[in-house]
């Protein structure tokens, strides 16, 4: 593919040039490379975004839960009501010593499942995630005759995504957009 880091203003990336448009939110990975940018994604702006600048045709949002966080249930909520198409996962708490447990919650199954079974539904994938290990995805879906737009951040992208994607942009360009304003 022809991978290419745009380094031009946001207004030039041209939505409308991608065609149907279906946007993948690895939320975990999202969350961390946002923290470590001093922000949060208001996902309301987000989908705001999308509908007005592209093609889109839907929005996955892959989230780890923990049971009873009232906070992350009425995010759910909100985003259900607004049309994401949500996969959730319960967190899973591994106790891995005697004073030790480790937090494990990953949808990155459910995601690569869906951007493979929903193929026919768009043009151009963008998937905000850094995580190295979509880059096989994401030359799976291209020689099926599809694009992938990469969005994330350093520190939080693997060499490999970087590489794979038709396009790679940075989370910062939408900061003043997806910004969330308590």
Not at 69 to 94: D, S, T, Y
Not at 106 to 114: A, F, P, R, W
Not at 156 to 162: A, D, K, P, Q, T
Request: glycine share 6%; proline share 1%.
């Amino acid at each position: 593919m022809s991978n290419q880091i745009l380094n031009l203003n946001i207004k030039d990336i041209g939505w409308q040039q991608w065609g149907r448009i279906v946007v993948f939110i690895d939320v975990a990975n999202v969350v961390y490379s946002l923290r470590d940018l001093g922000w949060r994604m208001d996902y309301k702006k987000l989908q705001s975004y999308f509908q007005t600048q592209a093609k889109l045709v839907d929005i996955y949002f892959y989230y780890s839960t923990q049971k009873d966080n009232n906070g992350q249930a009425n995010l759910l909520a909100m985003l259900a009501r607004r049309g994401f198409r949500l996969a959730v996962k319960e967190v899973k708490i591994i106790t891995i010593g005697k004073n030790e447990v480790m937090y494990k919650g990953n949808c990155d199954v459910e995601l690569t499942i869906d951007m493979i079974d929903i193929m026919p539904a768009y043009d151009t994938a963008v998937l905000l995630s850094g995580d190295s290990d979509f880059a096989p995805l994401v030359k799976y879906v291209q020689r099926r005759g599809k694009r992938v737009i990469v969005v994330s951040t350093r520190g939080h992208i693997g060499r490999e995504l970087i590489q794979a994607a038709d396009r790679f942009i940075w989370f910062n360009w939408f900061k003043n957009i997806w910004n969330f304003e308590a």
